[in-house]
């Protein structure tokens, strides 16, 4: 039976690579937070070995991937190798951007729960968040 | 000339009396910046014969830089353009002036924008993305092969590694035989709206102000008929700021950029001609026409009285103008036309110098060539069908416009007393204000979207489902290692020993208070990649992290 546990979600939202547009990420960091969770945004400008040791270190149970850059399909397949390398198979990796739709079924197939592309809801992204990291929570329990 | 009281009573009247008889649809009757607007305006608004609306072509050049405006000579025509490597990025530039652009415009890679090098370790997967990858002097070359740059003018976006890519644009003249002096275009150059809004930095903002400086001076005595910065409102408007925030911040940076000139022991009016501006043109478009009016009406007035300025020129705002990238959709992408139209008219009737349009396909990718062939013949069907270059400032005297206008005037200056307060900008940004301001309105407008007090045609109503995806432009994983291998050829090539001499050069000077451009452009000539001369001053300024607020 799940413990009625006090700790909030724990939601890093990172930038990978060298993009510089921030515009989105610190909006969803920022209705994340508005909703109750425990926001780490890392900045911009992170390897994604940075982004890995980040998630592994704040113990995070999900990330957001922004970026618009067109540089997804080498950084994100990179963050998602990192973490399984040191074990991390439960953190929701969702990512949100200038994401072409005949990139997303590949990374859905490397484990990336959903994309989010330009249009998409904050409540949608919230949502989506809060249930899928509720959904590792119970099942670590 | 008072307002008649007549005038005042009729409007008063025919508020209370006729409009309040109909009721009013449930909507936001403000701009997209929040910016409340009455149901009428009238004379009681503003006086049309105000000498602060004056004429076009004199201070203070509310309705325009020059007298002519449109009927002496267009906007330039300049597509910003740039993917994959520098043979992809010179056919694109030829296709475009093929089909009548009248300016070139280039947009460099992530990579080179951020001062690596194509074979760095953090290049990897970005090279060629969002930009054309230039590593040296050899890629400058080709990049505009077959391109007589006496007799084209060419807009570089790049900041922190500007004077770089400067050296490189002027000796690929050289070496077509084409003098310095003789080189028209801009550099973009500006630095604070970076540490503001595009984040692309290399330094610390101290040297960073120090090497922009550097090019104003240089470049007032070197290249006359060249713009040396470009400050920018597009990106501070992309990251999320009001029209307000964006008309403020942009004229505060500029107002800095002279300010560290003047101390440097320039004249005001040697290098402040050639000071140009670079504005967002967005969806709302009384908003926008009013911004560039009140732009330049401010920057006439603060050049003249704060600054000192004698000639005309120093005084006389004229400015490049993009359609909204962050105002496309992915959905419905043929829609994009038209929001691009409507942008691309605002720009036009406020005046712009230069512009571009974006094309349909440019929320998710860079643009195809029908996409980009349709947003430049939208320039020249508003350029030759649509009659608005007749008459200089054809919004003039509207009582709508002037009232915005001052209104927008208002905002700003109450925008620079606050960063006066702090300071000054540089210790504003150091303290994250402008940074601040940017992140609430941009939160505050995500919110009206998604409480839907604010609609985006195909995003938030009238949507389409089952739509099919829009063919974009992919670019190829493989330009990637030809940028490499391009690398590695001018390594190979240049002589080591003299590129090693000119970099220990530019590190020497980087340590004084010499102008950079000369050392520089030396270590240009000599094969320095941008990257190899960027890590040097690295050593001597050091880098950059910012502290982000959201």
């Known amino acids: 039976m799940a413990t009625a546990t006090a700790r909030k979600i724990r939601v890093v939202v990172a930038k990978p690579g060298l993009d510089g547009h921030d515009r989105g990420a610190k909006i969803i960091a920022r209705a994340l937070r508005d909703a109750g969770m425990e926001v780490i945004y890392t900045g911009l400008h992170q390897t994604p070995e940075q982004i890995a040791e980040t998630v592994i270190q704040e113990d995070a149970d999900a990330v957001g991937l922004s970026i618009l850059s067109g540089a997804h399909m080498t950084l994100v397949p990179r963050v998602v190798a990192l973490l399984a390398e040191q074990g991390v198979d439960d953190v929701l990796v969702t990512v949100g951007g200038t994401i072409p739709a005949d990139d997303i079924p590949e990374l859905k197939k490397l484990g990336v729960a959903e994309v989010f592309t330009p249009g998409a809801g904050t409540d949608d992204i919230v949502d989506f968040i809060r249930a899928g990291a509720a959904e590792r929570h119970q099942n670590t329990d | ?550």
């Open chain 2, 1 to 550: 000339m008072a307002v008649e009281p007549g005038a005042k009573r009729r409007a008063h009247q025919w508020r209370e009396e006729v409009y309040s008889q109909q009721g009013e649809r449930d909507a936001e009757f403000s701009t997209m910046s929040g910016h409340p607007i009455e149901p009428l305006y009238t004379a009681e608004d503003t006086a049309a014969d105000d000498e602060r609306i004056g004429y076009p072509g004199e201070y203070p050049f509310t309705r325009g830089p020059y007298p002519s405006m449109y009927r002496g000579r267009l906007w330039t025509m300049r597509q910003f353009a740039g993917f994959g490597t520098v043979e992809e990025t010179n056919e694109r530039f030829h296709y475009l002036l093929d089909h009548g652009q009248t300016g070139l415009s280039t947009a460099f890679d992530m990579p080179t924008l951020m001062g690596y090098d194509s074979d760095h370790h953090r290049s990897l997967g970005e090279v060629g993305r969002e930009g054309v990858a230039v590593d040296s002097l050899d890629d400058m070359e080709q990049l505009f092969a077959g391109i007589p740059l006496g007799g084209v003018t060419t807009s570089m976006t790049i900041n922190a590694p500007a004077a770089i890519l400067l050296a490189f644009y002027v000796l690929v003249a050289e070496e077509q035989g084409i003098p310095a002096e003789k080189l028209g275009g801009t550099i973009q150059t500006d630095i604070l709206k970076e540490y503001i809004a595009q984040k692309e930095w290399c330094f610390p903002i101290e040297p960073a102000m120090r090497l922009v400086t550097d090019m104003i001076e240089w470049c007032s005595q070197k290249m006359p008929r060249w713009h040396p910065v470009s400050i920018s409102g597009y990106h501070i408007r992309e990251a999320g700021s009001t029209a307000q925030q964006e008309l403020a911040f942009t004229l505060k940076d500029g107002f800095t950029y002279v300010e560290r000139a003047i101390e440097r022991g320039l004249d005001v009016d040697d290098f402040a001609p050639r000071l140009s501006f670079f504005f967002n043109a967005h969806i709302d478009f009384f908003e926008e026409i009013a911004k560039y009016r009140a732009a330049r009406r401010i920057w006439a007035r603060e050049m003249r009285d704060t600054y000192g300025a004698k000639r005309e020129e120093s005084m006389r705002l004229r400015f490049h103008a993009q359609t909204a990238g962050v105002s496309l959709t992915a959905q419905q992408p043929l829609n994009n036309v038209v929001r691009t139209s409507l942008e691309a008219l605002a720009a036009v009737l406020g005046g712009t110098q230069s512009l571009h349009t974006n094309s349909f396909d440019e929320a998710l990718a860079l643009p195809t060539e029908e996409a980009v062939r349709v947003a430049l013949r939208t320039q020249q069907i508003i350029a030759t069908e649509s009659g608005v270059t007749n008459t200089a400032d054809p919004l003039g005297g509207s009582y709508f416009v002037e009232k915005l206008t001052d209104e927008m005037e208002q905002a700003a200056y109450g925008y620079f007393a606050r960063i006066d307060e702090l300071g000054g900008m540089v210790e504003a940004i150091r303290r994250n204000f402008p940074q601040r301001e940017i992140a609430d309105s941009a939160f505050t407008y995500q919110r009206e979207l998604d409480e839907r007090k604010r609609i985006v045609v195909g995003v938030n109503d009238f949507i389409q489902d089952g739509e099919e995806p829009t063919p974009i432009l992919k670019i190829d994983a493989a330009l990637e290692q030809k940028q490499v291998d391009r690398l590695q050829a001018t390594k190979a090539r240049r002589d080591g020993a003299a590129v090693e001499r000119a970099l220990a050069e530019l590190k020497r000077a980087a340590a004084t208070e010499e102008n950079l451009m000369p050392s520089i452009i030396e270590a240009a000539r000599a094969r320095a990649t941008e990257g190899e001369m960027i890590v040097a001053m690295q050593e001597v300024f050091g880098t950059y992290t910012e502290s982000p607020v959201f």
